[in-house]
C-alpha cells in the first residue's frame, strides 16, 4: 500500500508531538520533576483515560536538557518551580506566567578541554532566539537560575570565557525547550481523512454555530459538530412575553440592613440591551446586579425570596459561614423553590468582608442571565482596614452574544461542557464600560468579585497616555506603567501582611479587596491582560480587555489616606487567629482528592484536535480561543470528576465525614494525565480553609479563603477548618463543571 507524502508527514509530527521523552532523573537528584511534591498523577506523565491512554507527553514542571556534540555525556534537567505570590498562579500583568527555574546538571566535560574556556554559563531565550538573557554560571550539581516569564523559551548552557559575559560567543554543550514550547499547530488535521464528518445541511442543524474567536478561523473538521442535545434560551420561550412588555432592568441599589432586618428578593425576567442587543434576562429585583446588601458583622438578616422565573432555584450565599438549613443547595439543604414559590433565608454573618449570592440550580444559565449579587459585611473594629477615600464594589462577568441575542444553552444539559461557557462581552456590574471619577491622589478601595461562569481575570490599571481606552497597542505597551496596587484582603477576610501587587488574579467566585492611589492626572484603564492561545497555530496570543475607564483629576484629594497607602500593615488579629492552628501546617495529608475528567465518545474531531493538545496545557485556559470545539461538548461526552485518592470513590459517591473542631489537612491534585487537563476554581461551602503550599513551595503570606484555584497540573494543601454542623457542598466553581458533576458533599456532626 503506498503512503500519501501528506499522511506520512501527519503521522511524523503526531509522533513527535505525542512521543516526547519524560525528562529522565540524575544521579543523586530529588526526582522533584517527576513527583511534583507527592502529586501522584504526575509520576508516570501519561494520560489515565480516553484515546490516547500510555502515550507520554513531556512534565508541564520540566525541562530535559539534551546535550550536543560539544557536551558529550553531558544531561540535565530544569524544574519549573512556583514563584512566590499571593496567588496560586504566578503571572506577570500582561499575563506571561513567572516561573522560577532550577538546574540539575551532570557529567559536563571540563570546560577548558572545549578551548579557551573557564566556566560554564546558562542562557535563557524566546523561540526566536532573540534576546539571549544570561541566567548565571552553572557546574554539575543543583543551581537556582532565577526567574522567567516568556511564553515560550528555550535554555541554554555553553562554554564561555568569564562568568560575567554578556553575550553567547562559547560552544553550546546542552540546550531544552519549555514544555509550551512542544505545542504543535491544530492546522495539519484540515488535510487529515478523520478531519471531516459527514456535511450536514443548514436545515439538520439544530443549532446556530456560536461566535467564532477574533481572527482565529475554525477548524474545517469541527464545522459539522454540534452538542448532542436541544438548544433552549430564555428569550425564545414560547411563554414570554414580547421583549418590549418585559420590565426594564435597572442598576444594582445599595440596602443597608440592620441587626434583625428584613429584605424582599424577587427573581424575575427583564430585558435589556447590551452591545446593541435587545436580550431578555433575569434579576434580582430587576437589578443587574442584584441588590448590593451592606450590613454589619456578626448580624442576622431575613431575605424573603419569591422565584418569579420559568426555572426551579434558589439562593447560595457564597462563602458566608451560615446555618445549613439556609446554604441554598436545591436537593441538599432545601427542596428548589418551583417558579411562583417562596422561601425564608435567616443569615447570620460570621465574618467581616465581601460575599455574593446566586443560584445553585442550572446555575450555568441562571447565574449567566444575571441572576447575582454582593455582600458587604462591615467589621465591628472601625480600624479594619487603613484609611481610603472611598469604596467601590465591582462585580466581573462576561456574557456570550452572537449577532442578535445571548448564545443557546444546552436544555437537559449544559455544553460549553469542556472548558466552560466563556463570554465575549465583559460586564462590570452587569454593564459595559464601567467609569469611575476620581481626584488627583485619591485612594480608592475596590472589592472584587468574579462572576463569570468560567473565566479566569489578571486585572491591572493601566494608563492610558492619552490614546482612547479601546486602543489595546497603548494600553499593552504600558505594562511597565500599571499602578501598584495594595492587596489587603481576600474571601473570608484579611491577609497576614498587606502586599504590593501590579495586577490581580481573579478565578470565578473568588473575591479580593485592594487599594490604589491615583497620584497622577488623566486616564486609567481597568484592564484583563492575559496570554491565550491559539491552537490552530500553537502559538500564545495575547488578549487585552478593557473593563472601564479611572478619570483622575487635577484637583487633589485630602492628603491623610494618601499618605496611609504607603504604609503597608501586619494584622495582628489574623496572625493570632491562625497562630491557633499553626501547628497543624505540618502534618500529615489526611485526605487526597484528585481533580480529572472522563470522555466517551467525543465527535473524531474534537479527539483528534485534543490529542495534538494533551502535550502541553496551559496552568489556566485565560480565554476561549477554541469556541466550535467546546460548544459541541456535553454531559454525554464529559464527566468532570473529584476522586477520593484512598478510595477510588468519585463525586457524590465520596463519604467524608467530620465533628465539629476537626483541623484536616487535604491535597488537592490537578491531575496532568487528565484527557484535557484545566485550572479548578474548588470551592467548600459553609467553612474556611488556608492554603497552605503548592508544588511543595510554602505560602508564607495566608488569608482565609473559600474558593481556591487549582492550576493544570498542580499540587496545592490546604488546611481546612470545620467549625459549621451540616451536610456542604464541594465543587468546581466554572458552573459547566458542576453541572457535568464534579462536586461532593461532606458531612459535619455537631
Not at 174 to 201: F, K, N
Not at 450 to 468: E, H, I, K, L, Q
Not at 493 to 510: D, H, M, N, Q, Y
Not at 686 to 702: H, K, M, W
Request: overall charge negative; some cysteine.
Amino acid at each position: 500500500m503506498r503512503i500519501r507524502p501528506w499522511l506520512t508527514f501527519l503521522i511524523v509530527l503526531s509522533t513527535v508531538a505525542l512521543a516526547r521523552p519524560i525528562a529522565g532523573q540524575l544521579p543523586g537528584s530529588t526526582g522533584a520533576c517527576e513527583t511534583r511534591a507527592g502529586n501522584r498523577a504526575s509520576e508516570t506523565i501519561e494520560p489515565a483515560t480516553g484515546p490516547f491512554a500510555g502515550r507520554t507527553a513531556n512534565d508541564l514542571h520540566c525541562i530535559s536538557l539534551f546535550a550536543t556534540a560539544a557536551g558529550g555525556d553531558a544531561n540535565g534537567l530544569i524544574e519549573l518551580t512556583r514563584v512566590g505570590s499571593p496567588f496560586t498562579v504566578t503571572v506577570t500583568p500582561a499575563g506571561h506566567h513567572v516561573r522560577g527555574l532550577t538546574a540539575r546538571i551532570s557529567d559536563l566535560p571540563p570546560p577548558e578541554s572545549l578551548g579557551p574556556y573557564t566556566t560554564y554559563v546558562a542562557w535563557v531565550t524566546p523561540l526566536e532566539m532573540d534576546p539571549v538573557t544570561p541566567l548565571g554560571p552553572v557546574a554539575n550539581g543543583e543551581h537556582r537560575l532565577g526567574v522567567v516569564a516568556l511564553n515560550k523559551f528555550l535554555v541554554l548552557v555553553s562554554a564561555e570565557a568569564s562568568p560575567d559575559v554578556e553575550r553567547r560567543e562559547g560552544p553550546l554543550v546542552l540546550r531544552g525547550r519549555s514544555p509550551s514550547s512542544l505545542m504543535e499547530a491544530h492546522d495539519l488535521l484540515a488535510i487529515a481523512p478523520s478531519a471531516t464528518q459527514r456535511s450536514m445541511s443548514p436545515r439538520e442543524l439544530r443549532w446556530a454555530p456560536p461566535p467564532r474567536y477574533p481572527d482565529i478561523p475554525m477548524l474545517p473538521g469541527l464545522m459539522d459538530v454540534e452538542p448532542r442535545e436541544s438548544p433552549t434560551t430564555l428569550s425564545r420561550s414560547a411563554d414570554l412575553p414580547r421583549w418590549e412588555e418585559l420590565p426594564e432592568t435597572i442598576p444594582r441599589q445599595l440596602v443597608e440592613l440592620p441587626d434583625g432586618g428584613t429584605l424582599d428578593i424577587e427573581a424575575g425576567i427583564v430585558r435589556r440591551e447590551i452591545a446593541g442587543r435587545r436580550v431578555a434576562m433575569l434579576a434580582f429585583n430587576r437589578q443587574h446586579p442584584g441588590p448590593l446588601i451592606r450590613v454589619r458583622e456578626k448580624s442576622t438578616i431575613f431575605v424573603n425570596f419569591t422565584n418569579e422565573t420559568p426555572f426551579p432555584t434558589a439562593i447560595h450565599w457564597h462563602g458566608i459561614r451560615l446555618d445549613n438549613r439556609f446554604d441554598g443547595v436545591p436537593g441538599l439543604t432545601q427542596d428548589p423553590v418551583e417558579p411562583g414559590g417562596s422561601f425564608r433565608y435567616q443569615i447570620y454573618f460570621e465574618d467581616a468582608g465581601i460575599y455574593w449570592y446566586h443560584p445553585h440550580h442550572r446555575e450555568d444559565i441562571q447565574q449567566e442571565l444575571g441572576l447575582y449579587g454582593n455582600l458587604l459585611v462591615d467589621a465591628r473594629d472601625p480600624d479594619y482596614y487603613g484609611p481610603v477615600h472611598r469604596e467601590e464594589i465591582l462585580m466581573l462577568d462576561d456574557v456570550l452574544l452572537d449577532a442578535d441575542d445571548l448564545v443557546e444553552f444546552g436544555d437537559g444539559s449544559s455544553n460549553y461542557m469542556l472548558m466552560g461557557r466563556f463570554g465575549n462581552t465583559p460586564l462590570v456590574n452587569g454593564r459595559l464600560g464601567y467609569r469611575l471619577d476620581v481626584r488627583r491622589g485619591e485612594v480608592v478601595r475596590f472589592h472584587l468579585t468574579n462572576a463569570a461562569n468560567t473565566r479566569t481575570f489578571n486585572v491591572s490599571f493601566a494608563p492610558v497616555d492619552g490614546a482612547t481606552v479601546s486602543d489595546v497597542a497603548s494600553l499593552a505597551a504600558s505594562v511597565d506603567g500599571r499602578l501598584p496596587i495594595k492587596l489587603v484582603a481576600s474571601d473570608v477576610g484579611k491577609f497576614e501582611r498587606e502586599t504590593r501587587i501590579r495586577s490581580v488574579v481573579l478565578a470565578p467566585a473568588e473575591r479580593y479587596v485592594v487599594e490604589v492611589r491615583f497620584d497622577r492626572p488623566g486616564s486609567y484603564a481597568l484592564v484583563n491582560h492575559v496570554q491565550g492561545i491559539n491552537h490552530r497555530q500553537g502559538v500564545f496570543r495575547p488578549e487585552l480587555l478593557a473593563l472601564g475607564t479611572i478619570h483622575v483629576t487635577e484637583n487633589a484629594a485630602p492628603d491623610t489616606p494618601s499618605r496611609a497607602f504607603d504604609t503597608l500593615r501586619e494584622n495582628a488579629d489574623v496572625i493570632a487567629d491562625i497562630d491557633r492552628v499553626r501547628s497543624q501546617f505540618d502534618r500529615a495529608v489526611d485526605h487526597e482528592l484528585i481533580l480529572t475528567l472522563e470522555t466517551t465518545d467525543l465527535p473524531r474531531p474534537i479527539e483528534r484536535s485534543m490529542a495534538y493538545d494533551w502535550v502541553y496545557f496551559n496552568p489556566v485556559e485565560w480565554t476561549g480561543t477554541m469556541p466550535r470545539m467546546n460548544w459541541a461538548t456535553t454531559a454525554r461526552e464529559v464527566r468532570w470528576n473529584l476522586r477520593d485518592a484512598a478510595t477510588g470513590f468519585e463525586n457524590e459517591d465520596i463519604d467524608w465525614k467530620f465533628r465539629v473542631g476537626d483541623i484536616v489537612k487535604i491535597r488537592l491534585v490537578n491531575d496532568r494525565r487528565a484527557f484535557h487537563a484545566m485550572q479548578h476554581p474548588l470551592h467548600i461551602h459553609g467553612q474556611r480553609f488556608l492554603v497552605l503550599s503548592q508544588d511543595g513551595v510554602p505560602n508564607d503570606n495566608l488569608a482565609w479563603k473559600d474558593t481556591v484555584l487549582l492550576p493544570a497540573g498542580s499540587t496545592t494543601d490546604i488546611l481546612l477548618e470545620l467549625s459549621n454542623p451540616g451536610r456542604w457542598m464541594i465543587h468546581c466553581h466554572i458552573a459547566e463543571h458542576l453541572e457535568s458533576g464534579m462536586k461532593t458533599v461532606i458531612e459535619v456532626f455537631g
